[in-house]
């Protein structure tokens, strides 16, 4: 089904994700027409096509199709939202140290610009959904913090987080609340109007086999007049979502095959997807934390079912830092040919492992059974 190297162990999907060779096809069928002629392709019934895809993709999240758009990615969509809303130099955004990398440096970037101020709250690996929710509560400070910003699924520690519980923590006071949820299409099922948040985005290159540069970003009803695209073009006077989807000439294709990697989703059971995506990362956790010599209460449990990745800590001084943990991930990439993430959270290395229907249980043995000696010899 997919275009992997067999020689390498790709435990990797999280990062990337894999494109089915059914989606690729669909893809390139769209790239020879649009090569075909290229003015038929941007100038007759484009922006119909992309509003049909919307709503089909709209509809599998469990969102409104008027109130989202497609988007290249959730980095972009997030620095979209910073722009519309706007802060003040009084004002701030509050974050959790669980957040994605790039989404903290936006954010910084726009308080910069703006003069307003990001905080971080620490969340402890492990904490119960109300440990979160009143660890976030205690957090806000009403008529200061202008935004918040949550995973529904932390990339780095792979956390699921209460985001319902926590948009209505916020909306106590008034709390604008834009979750991150790159990893949510296609790993859990969604209904995103009840999540309620004001802004929402997922990618659906990861875990729902599209293309890559397709994500679906949400909005409220009372902020979509905000939503101001990071690009001026044609479609600006018919504002969102139009006015964002419409690039000029860009690539359309990944956001029209998009579809087909949902219906290659569910032509294999979705249900049965996830399932066992879920018990092989269980299972490679279990096993590769094992041959490190941690208990069972030392693995940190994802916070719900269904989650297709976990993360295994790495012993002490190992990849404490973004570049220690990049050279440990190329260093197992090249030594026992075997993809995986490395993290540097709280302090620590964490090895996180993703599960996807390409992989075995023997892959995450030979990890197993080879990463305790090369990360001895890393070490020295």
């Known amino acids: 089904m997919f275009s992997l190297d067999p020689s390498v162990s790709y435990l990797n999907h999280g990062s990337f994700g894999a494109v089915p060779i059914t989606v690729q096809r669909a893809q390139q069928r769209l790239r020879d027409e649009m090569e ?19 709503r089909h993709l709209a509809a599998f999240l469990g969102a ?42 936006a954010v910084r970037r726009e308080c910069r610009r703006t003069g307003a101020t990001a905080r971080t709250v620490a969340i402890p690996l492990g904490a119960t959904n109300a440990e979160v929710v009143s660890r976030i509560r205690s957090a806000l400070r009403p008529g200061r913090t202008r935004l918040l910003v949550v995973d529904q699924i932390a990339s780095a520690t792979a956390t699921t987080f209460p985001v319902r519980d926590i948009v209505a923590a916020a909306r106590e006071h ?5 979750v991150d949820a790159a990893h949510v299409p296609g790993m859990l ?6 999540i309620g948040a004001d802004f929402w985005v997922g990618n659906l290159h990861k875990w729902g086999w599209a ?14 007049r905000r939503i101001d695209p990071l ?24 956001w029209l095959a998009a579809p ?30 094992a041959a490190l010599g941690l208990a069972p209460s030392d693995l940190p449990v994802p916070g719900g079912p269904g989650i297709a990745m976990r993360v295994v800590p790495l012993p002490a001084g190992l990849a404490t830092t973004t570049p220690e943990a990049i050279a440990l991930r190329q260093r197992i990439s090249d030594k026992l040919a075997t993809e995986t993430a490395i993290n540097a959270w709280g302090g620590r290395g964490l090895l996180r492992l993703s599960a996807q229907v390409y992989n075995r249980p023997e892959e995450y043995l030979h990890l197993a059974e080879h990463l305790p000696a ?5 070490q020295r």
């Not at 099922?189 to 009840?194: I, L, Q, R, S």
């Not at 690009?231 to 139009?242: M, R």
């Not at 090369?374 to 890393?378: D, R």
Request: glycine share 8%.
């Open 36 to 54: 075909a002629n290229p003015l038929r392709f941007y100038g007759t019934g484009l922006l119909d096509r992309v509003v049909h895809t919307r």
């Open 189 to 194: 099922p969604v209904d995103v109007a009840a």
């Open 64 to 105: 409104d199709p008027d109130g989202s758009a497609l988007m290249p990615n959730t980095t972009a969509a997030i620095s979209l939202v910073l722009q519309s809303v706007r802060f003040e130099p009084a004002e701030e955004v509050l974050l959790t140290d669980h957040g994605y990398g790039s989404v903290a440096l």
């Open 260 to 289: 087909t990697g949902v219906f290659t989703l569910r032509t294999l059971g979705w249900e049965s997807v996830r399932e066992h995506n879920a018990a092989l990362a269980a299972y490679g956790q279990r096993v590769v934390g």
């Open 174 to 178: 008034d709390i604008p609340v834009l």
């Open 211 to 224: 293309p890559r540069g397709t994500a679906l970003l949400s909005v409220s009803a009372p902020w979509r």
């Open 374 to 378: 090369l990360l001895a010899e890393h």
């Open 231 to 254: 690009v001026v073009s044609w479609e600006q006077e018919q504002g969102y979502p139009l006015s964002v989807e419409f690039q000029g000439t860009i690539d359309y294709t990944p």
